[in-house]
């Protein structure tokens, strides 16, 4: 059990690559804080693992979070997952898309971090063990551009260099910090953003095409690197920006 004993809290649980990353750190060992702006997706993940309490909790809601942190125990991981893909380039991207994208996808985990740090520090200072937080960046994002990716290369660009910055803060006090950046990952709102194109097959092919080895992802390809950036086994990482890309950056 890689995971016993450590409380961990999941942004956006409720589908994709959050839920099974909930779902793995519960068989290992974790008490998981599986969070979600949706309550009813959360009601089915609820009764899959009896390491698991649910909380409906928007990232872009500071009072909610707040509250939330002082509602639940002290954590030992933290896994900001929450986000949202805009499609567009500048041109496509006006101020309300961008402050969105920015809202959700950066400031989201920093409202999360600002509420939950305190007790980290606390909790690795008296016991003198370690804490991790990891951060949902993306390739697409200071690693590479992508077309009609404008806001959402921004906003994860800033995911990781916010994470950087956290991980030198800390370091020297037993907290981690890291960036995790899938390549495409098969999930629901992938599947909404297939669906949503002109040529739907097209774009299936295209999204494979990229990726050398000739797949989407699926989420259990990326869970894995979520449970080992939370555990201990990944004590020496910090302040990276870790690709899990199918080779897309060879
Ligand atoms: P998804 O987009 O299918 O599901 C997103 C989940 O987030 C939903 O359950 C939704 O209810 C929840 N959510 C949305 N807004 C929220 C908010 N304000 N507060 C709390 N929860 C909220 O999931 P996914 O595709 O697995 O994406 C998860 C993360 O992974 C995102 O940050 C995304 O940018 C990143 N990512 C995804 C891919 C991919 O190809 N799918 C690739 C790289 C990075």
Redesign the pocket.
Known sequence: MRLRDKTILI?????????ASALACAREGAKVIA????GS?LESLATESGNLVTHV????DGAQVKQLAASVPVLDGLFN?????HHGSVLDCDEADWDFSFD??VK?AYRLIRSFLPGMLDRVATTGGSASIVN?????SSIKGFPNRFA?GAS?AAVIGMSKAIAADYAKLGLRCNAL??????????RQRIAAAADPLQAEKDFIARQPVGR??T?DDIAPQVVYLLSDESRFVTGQAVLVDGGVTI
């Open positions: 942004t956006a649980a409720g589908q994709g690559i959050g839920r969070t979600d702006l949706n997706l909790l928007d990232v872009r997952c929450a986000g949202y893909v959700v996808n989201g949902m960046a993306s390739m697409a959402y994860k950046c899938p390549g495409t990952v098969d999930t629901p709102s992938l989407l992802a989420v």
